[in-house]
């Protein structure tokens, strides 16, 4: 079983910062992991994810005020989110994308809540 664990979201004035990480067990190969929020109202939309090999790649909307980073043997994904605007807010969800089963597969966490607002 594969399973994704969230945690360091919470609520923050605008222009401060947090930093959200993910922990993923269970038996798999890695391939990339990335976070992606979801507003009220809209569309789950990507983030940042980085491969194995350390590529990353952002959101337009995050370039610059975030930094995604990974630790290959500990399965972690970090997101040092800096500069949170209101727009930031949303519900942030880690994923995979893993080797299980002789296939590739999606992984998705629960989410963690992340309320920028003065």
């Known amino acids: 079983q594969v399973q994704l664990v969230e945690s360091g979201g919470g609520s923050v004035q605008p222009g401060g910062s947090l930093r959200l990480s993910c922990a993923a067990s269970?038996?798999?190969?890695?391939?990339?992991m990335g976070w992606h929020r979801q507003a009220p109202g809209k569309q789950r939309e990507l983030v940042a994810r980085?491969?194995?090999?350390?590529?990353?790649s952002y959101a337009d909307s995050v370039k610059g005020r975030f930094t995604i980073s990974r630790d290959n043997d500990k399965k972690t994904v970090h997101l040092q989110m800096n500069s949170l605007k209101s727009d930031d807010t949303a519900v942030y969800y880690c994923?995979?994308?893993?080797?299980?089963?002789?296939?590739?597969?999606?992984?998705w966490g629960k989410g963690t809540l992340v309320t920028v607002s003065s």
């Open positions: 994923s995979i994308s893993a080797f299980r089963d002789d296939e590739v597969k999606d992984y």
């Open positions: 269970g038996s798999f190969m890695l391939i990339v």
């Open positions: 980085i491969t194995n090999g350390g590529t990353t």
